[in-house]
């Protein structure tokens, strides 16, 4: 009987090895004469034991992991292909503590099967959605969202709902779904898990969305840097379309929904809704005023709607299951589950789905198992290079929406950035002061001339000159920023800035002997 | 700015073009093929772009110069290593591996986030993304010797 032995293709398993590891297993069990098929799924999340291999035994999958190329041969004189003994073996995958206490919703299928695999896709639950959507009106699909209380996963959580209703408010006409896959924040990358583990559900999710709104085509605008999530969503369209679920004649329903791939070109602002529009249209990545809002006139003036890849990946979960059980997940205005990203200087990096609600503590400490490198905690970073830097005094916090933006905080994508006490607290807000300046796309002074202002004042302050005046130049600074940015680059950029100094003035007023950076 | 020298060849932006039927909206796809086929986009691409979509050289070039992609010329990808000088990768020494990795002469180039952070710091190496990277590794794969 061939056994199946699943080797992750995942972007963060590959550069860890995984290809060299299929290739071992592949012309080992040649070699042994052992009849293996070598699936190539996506990852479980659990990136910090990336390659983690997964072996179909009779009773149920066994992982074993981090697989390095020259222990494949030991893992088969072991008996790994009956799930046996070896210093790797993490025992049955999901009986993984790690695993076992998520609450995986719009992670459902992440790692399963081969991700582009349309049949298994289905036998995981896939298309159940969209079926039951072609059924309904435009309505009752909307009225599931905004039951579900479906908030925009890429950052500003806006509900859901209203964004479909405005859209389909709109007259008939041309209309547009435009999915967000810039993800440019650093620390996050469930977006890419979802795109490179489970592609399917995202244009699952577009459909529904498409029908819902009268929209009938789609766009989905993945960074430059995301290779393969490009490649991974482009062949889904491909087979999606053969198998009749996008095109002219959507599952035999006589509806039209089409999708195309568009790649960014390096710039972080085209997260920013209306400079991603923009750059849809070909043209320089610049933030539109608003209003008008996408919804009304969005991509070449014509109604838009736009989502986050985690919003429009849950939307099959939701209308599978009802908006009534995604919702019954959460703490307070923050409805179903949130995927946390693990990263920075955490032991056991990863994606965490869990219903909002859950402390920082419990993700950095309890899921992270604290810093990589053993020294004490000192901050972490919430929600992206525009979020608050936290102290070890706020990990009781809940991640949740309102909760967090109480504390001075932000949730933003879910990105959880960890640093140990070596961090240096001004060369990091030195730090979000270029970026900003690196990012910005120009079109209002404060952020474009702030920034820059900004990152050589923190330089002088670490520099250990005329600090206490410095300081306030810096607030003033970010005082205008906040207050006078067209768009959240530079009216967030002082929260992390404005976070550090405020939680670890020591690393700004104690520069007695200068440095130079 | 990515104008290396002014070659008289435009047959590949034309073909460019015309794989996206020159619509203009497919501007910035049509770029990206150029500079991906030579290396970066001089200034007779920028006017047989501008002639094949029809816009002005003056909105081409502004994209040109908007996008970090676009704006620089490939480098040479076997000994450019792209160091992802982000936070997360910060926290886990990237500002100091890509010093390093001058310091042997190695051309880096900043990327901010590669969607690695568990795994951090991250590299991209002749396309690849490698992760928990570190001087040795680079320099060996760049030495052609497998880590
Ligand atoms: C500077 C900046 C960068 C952003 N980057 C992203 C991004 O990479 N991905 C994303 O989905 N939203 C990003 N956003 C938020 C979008 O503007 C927009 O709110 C979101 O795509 C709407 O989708 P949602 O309702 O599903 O969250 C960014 C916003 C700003 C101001
Ligand atoms: S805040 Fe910065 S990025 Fe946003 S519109 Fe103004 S210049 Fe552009
Ligand atoms: S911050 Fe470096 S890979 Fe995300």
Redesign the pocket.
């Known amino acids: 009987m061939t056994i199946r032995v699943f080797v992750p293709r995942d972007t963060a398993a590959v550069s860890v090895g995984a290809d060299r590891v299929a290739a071992a297993i592949s012309a080992e069990a040649e070699r042994r004469g052992a009849a293996v098929e070598i699936v190539r799924n996506g990852s479980r999340g659990l990136l910090w034991l990336e390659p983690l291999v997964e072996v179909e035994t009779t009773a149920g999958r066994v992982a074993y992991g981090p697989v390095v190329p020259r222990d494949v041969s030991s893992l088969f004189e072991a008996g790994w292909l009956e799930g046996g003994a070896h210093a790797m073996r993490l025992g049955p995958t999901e009986e993984i503590v790690w695993l076992r206490e998520q609450t995986r919703l719009t992670f459902a299928r992440l790692g399963l099967e081969d991700p582009l695999d349309l049949a298994a896709y289905e036998r995981l639950g896939g298309l159940v959605a969209l079926r039951c959507a072609l059924d309904l009106d435009s309505r009752a699909i909307i009225a599931e969202i905004e039951a579900s209380g479906l908030r925009?996963?890429?950052?500003?959580a806006?509900p859901?709902h209203i964004?479909w209703r405005t859209v389909a408010e709109q007259p008939a006409g041309q209309k547009y779904v435009c999915c967000?896959a810039?993800?440019?924040?650093s620390g996050t990358f469930a977006d890419r898990m979802l795109m490179e583990g489970d592609p399917f559900a995202l244009l699952e999710g577009m459909v529904i969305s498409g029908l819902a709104t009268g929209a009938d085509a789609g766009f989905i605008y993945i960074r430059s840097e995301y290779p393969a999530a490009i490649a991974t969503m482009s062949e889904a369209v491909r087979r999606f379309t053969a198998a009749g679920w996008l095109g002219a004649d959507v599952g035999g329903s006589g509806r039209r929904f089409s999708v195309e791939i568009r790649r960014g070109a390096g710039a972080?602002?085209c997260?920013?809704?209306s400079a991603m529009l923009e750059s849809l249209e070909g043209k320089r990545g610049t933030v539109r005023a608003k209003p008008p809002i996408p919804a009304i006139a969005g991509l070449f003036g014509r109604p838009t709607l736009?989502?986050?890849?985690l919003?429009l990946g849950t939307v099959p979960w939701i209308i599978a299951h009802g908006g009534v059980a995604y919702a019954a997940h959460g703490s307070g205005r923050s409805r179903g589950t949130q995927a946390f990203q693990l990263g920075g200087n955490v032991r056991r990096g990863g994606l965490v789905e869990l219903p909002f609600g859950a402390s920082i503590d419990r993700l950095v400490n309890g899921f992270g198992g604290g810093t990589a490198s053993g020294r004490p905690f000192r901050t972490a970073q919430l929600g992206g290079p525009?979020g608050a830097y936290v102290d070890a005094a706020m990990l009781g916090l809940p991640m949740d929406y309102e909760a967090l933006a109480a504390a001075g905080a932000m949730l933003g994508?879910g990105g959880i950035v960890v640093f140990d006490d070596s961090v240096d607290m001004a060369k990091m807000a030195k730090f979000a002061f270029e970026f900003c300046a690196h990012e910005s796309c120009g079109k209002c002074t404060p952020c474009r001339i702030g920034s820059v202002r900004g990152a050589e004042t923190v330089g002088e302050i670490i520099a250990g000159r005329d600090v206490a005046a410095n300081l306030a130049l810096v607030e003033d600074l970010c005082e205008v920023m906040t207050d006078a940015s067209l768009?959240?680059?530079g009216g967030l950029t002082p929260m992390p800035v404005r976070s550090a100094i405020r939680l670890f003035g020591e690393d700004f007023a104690d520069r007695l002997h200068g440095e130079t950076v | 700015m990515a104008t290396p020298q002014s070659t008289t060849d435009t047959g590949l932006a034309i073909a460019a073009c015309a794989l996206h039927g020159n619509r203009p909206t497919a501007l910035l796809e049509v770029l990206h093929e150029i500079r991906a086929r030579r290396g970066g986009i001089d200034e007779s691409d920028l006017r047989a772009v501008a002639g094949a979509l029809n816009l002005s050289r003056a909105e081409v070039y502004g994209v040109v110069s908007f996008y970090g992609d676009l704006r620089v010329p490939a480098g040479d990808p076997a000994l450019e290593v792209r160091v992802c000088l982000a936070e997360a990768c910060r926290s886990r020494g990237a500002a100091e591996l890509a010093a390093e990795l001058e310091q042997h002469g190695v051309v880096v180039a900043p990327v901010y986030c590669l969607g690695n952070c568990a795994l951090a710091p991250a590299v991209v190496q002749d396309g690849v993304v490698h992760g928990r990277a570190d001087a040795a590794s680079v320099l060996a794969r760049i030495a052609g010797v497998p880590a």
């Open positions: 925009g996963r890429g950052g500003a806006f859901a964004k967000n810039d993800e440019g924040d972080y602002i997260g920013e809704e736009v989502h986050n890849v919003s525009l994508h768009c959240a680059m």
